[in-house]
């Protein structure tokens, strides 16, 4: 059924057909752009570039940019605006006398509004106000905006801001980034930040790849998948939950050092932490271990920190989070009896049960031993670690993919980075015994038939790449987007990911928040 126009943008149809009417193309194919608001503001000296009395300037600055009109303020023969590119906003300074016969009057005035895309030339000066202008001398329409940007209204009684509500921003992204100067800082600095990483691995060697998506076995992680069809095929394939055991595969085949900055997909809620589309960013190092990948996670998001923001301390709402090394580290089992009291270490699933009861935690039937020393450790000492901390030595029922701990049988070489109350980073000196990493594999079929559905599957392909060898190997996987989260500022994962998912306009708000 065909959207009925508002009043404002059913009047923006008939300007473009003004437009049109008066020969002026309101979809222009280009502009050629010389120089953005930023750089203006930035390059422009009053002792060169001001004109003298006579209006002559000393040394013209002409400049040629394009943009949004983000406001008018007319008086009479001249003109201000705002307009905005990219970079910021400048404003433009407007005479009906520097612009062709009737263009100032019928068009300018009558026919562009606030949202519309125009192309300006002209020479920098300073206001008598003080405020740096261009003097446009040409002025272009290149696109005409036929829906008004996001003001505020009033809404069953209320005002109601659409720039600053939560529901229609993620929703419409597009607007959010024309209304929000801020929103797209947090962009910018999200894409700065990968760089530093990419730049960070190349430097030492480390090559990116890509492996599949769709994959016939998922695996390298605990979650619940999303599942798809190939039709030619006639099979069923999975969305990938984690990139690790192909990247592993890799490692088999010679490489000594491969990474991947991908997306993955988890079949899981929506909350301020997650999204089932998510960045993720995988290492995997031959010859090192868990202790040596520590040393190199603090030091590579010790340098994020800086390249972001000058220093290690980062500003988080109201708390300050220091990425300086060395950070802090604490085994899971002793953070465990540190909060609760409880020494669990040895404890059988039924001990474990009634350790969650006393600590008045939720749990289901399915949940094995490792399961529950997670919930655990997730509900009562996690959100405590504030500070990066790397949290070491596993269970081993709850890491599949990790190599056995050197010193204690029951436990894993595993490490998890844990900061401002959430997991960062996890991370392994990994399975490479392939008899032992079928029997886990086993292991979590057990699980999955006693109702465990985010238990892996056991990968007959993989197993066969471990038995032609692999070396002693340290790998890890990093939220992007939760790095992005701490290194911005943001409450929200969905104010880090450009298009979030969210339920269905049809269906009504969104309130995972």
Request: charged share 35%.
């Given at each position: 059924m065909k959207r009925e126009l508002s009043e404002q943008e059913q009047w923006?149809?008939?300007?473009?057909l003004r437009l049109k009417q008066a020969g002026i193309n309101p979809y222009a194919y280009h502009w050629?752009?010389?120089a953005l608001a930023s750089s203006i503001l930035s390059e422009f000296d009053d002792d060169r570039h001001q004109p003298t009395d006579d209006g002559a300037t000393k040394q013209p600055f002409k400049v040629s940019v394009a943009g949004r009109i983000m406001s008018k303020r007319i008086m009479g023969k001249a003109s201000f605006f705002h307009l905005q590119d990219s970079s910021g906003q400048i404003q433009i300074y407007l005479r009906r006398d520097d612009l062709p016969e009737g263009f100032y009057n019928q068009i300018f005035k009558k026919l562009l509004d606030i949202g519309d895309i125009v192309g300006i030339e002209g020479f920098v000066f300073r206001t008598k106000m003080?405020?740096?202008?261009?003097?446009?001398?040409?002025l272009e329409l290149l696109t005409k905006s036929l829906r008004p940007l996001p003001v505020v209204k009033e809404l069953d009684g209320r005002l109601y801001n659409e720039v600053t509500d939560k529901e229609f921003r993620y929703r419409q992204r597009y607007a959010d980034l024309i209304i929000n100067p801020d929103v797209r800082r947090v962009f910018r600095e999200r894409a700065k930040m990968v760089t530093a990483i990419r730049r960070f691995l190349d430097d030492r060697g480390y090559l990116e790849v890509e492996t599949p998506a769709l994959q016939p076995i998922y695996g390298g992680a605990a979650a619940r998948p999303f599942t798809t069809h190939h039709h030619s095929l006639d099979m069923q394939?999975?969305?990938?939950?984690?990139d690790e055991l192909y990247l592993k595969r890799l490692i088999v085949g010679g490489y000594?050092?491969?990474y991947e900055i991908a997306k993955d997909f988890r079949n899981e809620g929506l909350s301020r932490y997650h999204n089932p589309e998510f960045t993720m960013l995988e290492l995997y190092v031959a010859y090192k271990d868990y202790e040596w990948m520590m040393e190199l996670v603090e030091e590579m998001i010790e340098g994020v920190a800086i390249e972001l923001h000058g220093s290690t301390e980062v500003q988080f709402g109201d708390t300050e989070i220091s990425f300086k090394r060395p950070w802090k580290r604490l085994s899971m089992l002793e953070g465990i009896e540190s909060v609760t009291g409880f020494q669990i270490e040895g404890m059988s699933r039924d001990e474990l049960v009634d350790v969650c009861e006393k600590l008045d935690l939720e749990i289901q039937d399915s949940m094995g031993t490792g399961k529950l020393i997670d919930?655990?450790?997730?509900?009562r000492v996690e959100p405590d670690l504030i500070q990066p901390t790397f949290v070491t030595d596993y269970p081993i029922e709850l890491s599949p993919l990790a190599k056995r701990h050197r010193d204690n049988e029951l436990l894993v070489e595993r490490f998890e980075v844990i900061c401002n109350g959430k997991e960062l980073c996890n991370a392994f000196s990994e399975l490479n015994d392939p008899d032992d990493q079928r029997?886990?594999?086993e292991d979590q079929g057990r699980l999955k038939a006693d109702g465990d559905d985010e238990a892996m599957l056991l990968d007959e392909d993989y197993l066969r790449a471990l038995e032609y060898g692999m070396p002693p190997t340290a790998g890890m996987g990093m939220g992007i987007d939760r790095l992005a989260m701490l290194m911005t500022g943001q409450q929200s994962i969905r104010d880090v990911i450009l298009f979030p998912l969210l339920r269905p306009e049809s269906e009504g708000t969104d309130e995972t928040e």
């Open positions: 923006r149809r008939e300007e473009r050629d752009v010389t003080g405020e740096v202008s261009v003097h446009a001398q040409r394939l999975f969305l990938r939950i984690a000594d050092g491969v919930e655990i450790f997730g509900a029997a886990r594999f």
